[in-house]
């Protein structure tokens, strides 16, 4: 073995054009150090095809020679070898042979041409069933090359540039399974990208699993979570709330902070929420005044009020002030379970606190003054509310509407929406149906009919109900043709009409004695006659 050794090596050092080929029955190990010698002697790659022409090239004998030259010393020579073989016809790189000579390369700090290598080998394997494979196979090699964990950070950030975002993310998630925490680069550039992707919901998602593996932000990692917000039309809404709470204006990153709890709650997931919130307490990512409102906001999300009230008095016991964010919480936890008077009651507690209710607060009452049938306290709210410049909520105001019709004060709710138009409110379908019906049931076509119009001005598309309310108008002033002439205009317009809609038609011609045109009316059909 060692005689023909030295043979091979002799013959290689004094390498000539036409200097004896290596062939394939040699030796294994002879063949990868012969390799190894030609690389590090310099050859140029036509002296080298030349001299193993005959030489098969397999996944081992590959992986050898990759191996012999994996010492910082060898690794140009490494990389030199990966492109010679990538020229020959017979061989094609696997996912293994790729990743020994990124560690290598790693390894040494030539990262560029590792990032080049990086995204060579995640192109060619896209698609689920292959997610896994490259970080496995890196995985699989790290001892064996003697690597450095900036591997995996140059995975993923590799995945960011090339926009694979959701693979990344699912990687950084994989690599934290087995315990290989990355860089707060790697994750910061994986945001960022998404960020500019406008995958808003991934991006927190992304930002939830740092905090909860202790991957805690810096400036930048903020900078990117205020550019979403932004992004989101999210950051006005976050920053009144904190103001409500803390009473004056927080950092950014407690901004930030207090979001991602915030979502995770109204996700419904209280129990994380309530993990992260004590994480970030720890690391004072938060305020103590605004980690007591949260908790009393999960427990308010459990339908939990006497613990919520447990924790309020905690809070204040402690020497935090009460603040109108928890006060709108009980609330509205008052007036979904019907009672009013006490959700009352919070709303003057706060008034002679000098607390100042902001809008929600009003829009709870409201809708549960409303709802409970308390229809002139729900409108004196609404007043309240447009005497300090609030804008109520669409459900809100179509709540009071539906009520106010409901008892014939169709003109009072009407004069209402007038008002609020000019401040900038957008009423949809949902508030028109409800006026059109409320003033059906008067009688008064004129007034239905402008509502019709104006809602068709306003870009807003009658629906079904819009136009049996329109017809049942018509017909209680005995107004046939206007009502055949609107439910003509429906089907015209593909809307299918109710049985209610028939029905309106049906008890007309009874009323007005044409029995036969009765008769001819169906459920399904109707013929129209001029």
């Known amino acids: 073995m060692g005689s023909l050794l030295r043979r091979i090596t002799h013959s290689l050092n004094s390498f000539k054009p036409n200097t004896q080929l290596i062939h394939t029955n040699s030796t294994p190990n002879n063949v990868v150090r012969a390799i ?9 790659w036509d002296a080298l095809t030349s001299k193993f022409a005959c030489v098969k090239l397999d996944a081992k004998l590959v992986e050898n020679v990759l191996l012999e030259l994996k010492d910082p010393n060898d690794a140009k020579r490494a990389l030199g070898f990966f492109h010679w073989v990538s020229k020959r016809k017979d061989f094609d790189h696997g996912v293994w042979s790729y990743s020994i000579t990124i560690h290598i390369l790693v390894r040494t700090k030539m990262a560029m041409d590792a990032r080049a290598l990086m995204e060579s080998v995640l192109k060619k394997n896209v698609g689920d069933s292959l997610k896994f494979s490259v970080v496995d196979s890196l995985l699989s090699s790290y001892e064996v090359t003697a690597s450095n964990p900036f591997v995996f950070d140059l995975l993923v950030q ?34 960022r990208v998404v960020e500019r992707s406008e995958r808003n919901a991934l991006v927190w998602k992304i930002y939830e699993h740092m905090v909860g593996r202790r991957s805690y932000p810096n400036e930048e990692t903020v900078r990117i979570l205020i550019d979403a917000l932004c992004k989101e039309g999210e950051l006005r809404k976050y920053a009144d709330m904190l103001d409500m709470i803390h009473g004056k204006r927080c950092s950014p ?13 109204e996700e419904g997931r209280v129990e994380e929420g309530m993990v992260l919130l004590k994480r970030m307490l720890q690391k004072n990512m938060v305020l103590d005044t605004i980690a007591y409102s949260l908790i009393v906001y999960a427990k308010v999300k459990l339908e939990d009020l006497g613990s919520a009230q447990q924790v309020y008095e905690e809070m204040l016991k402690r020497g935090f002030r009460a603040n109108s964010f ?60 447009m005497e300090i410049r609030f804008i109520p909520s669409l459900g809100a105001f ?3 509407v539906g009520k106010l019709c409901e008892i014939g004060d169709a003109d009072q709710a009407n004069a209402m929406l007038t008002i609020l138009l000019d401040k900038g409110f957008s009423p949809n379908e949902i508030t028109y149906s409800l006026l059109i019906d409320g003033y059906a049931r008067k009688g008064k076509s004129d007034e239905v009919l402008k509502l019709f119009y ?18 049942k108008s018509f017909c209680q002033c005995w107004k046939s043709e206007e009502a055949k002439k609107y439910f003509r205009i429906m089907k015209d317009r593909s809307i299918a009409p ?12 009874f009323e007005q004695g044409n029995t036969e045109r009765a008769d001819c009316l169906s459920r399904n059909e109707m013929v129209l006659q001029d």
């Open 36 to 44: 190894c010698d030609s690389f590090k002697s310099g050859w140029s």
């Open 398 to 400: 179509n709540e009071m």
């Open 158 to 191: 590799t995945y960011a540039k090339m926009r694979m975002f959701e693979t990344g993310f699912d990687v950084c998630c994989y690599l934290r399974e087995r315990g290989l925490p990355l860089s707060l680069i790697s994750y910061n550039t994986l945001l």
């Open 498 to 509: 109710s049985i209610s809609t028939y029905e309106i038609f049906l008890a007309n011609h």
């Open 454 to 471: 104006e809602m068709e001005s306003r870009s807003l598309s009658p629906g079904m109900l819009v136009f049996t309310s329109l017809i």
């Open 326 to 385: 928890v006060y709108t919480l009980f609330i509205e936890a008052h007036c979904k379970a019907g009672r009013i008077d006490e959700a009352q009651s919070m709303m003057n507690e706060m008034g002679n606190m000098d607390l100042k209710p902001y809008d929600e607060s009003y829009n709870f009452l409201i809708e549960g003054c409303a709802k409970a049938g308390r229809v002139e306290e729900s409108v004196n709210y609404m007043k309240q509310m």
């Open 253 to 265: 990153s407690v901004i930030v902070n207090t979001s991602l709890v915030f979502r995770i709650l």
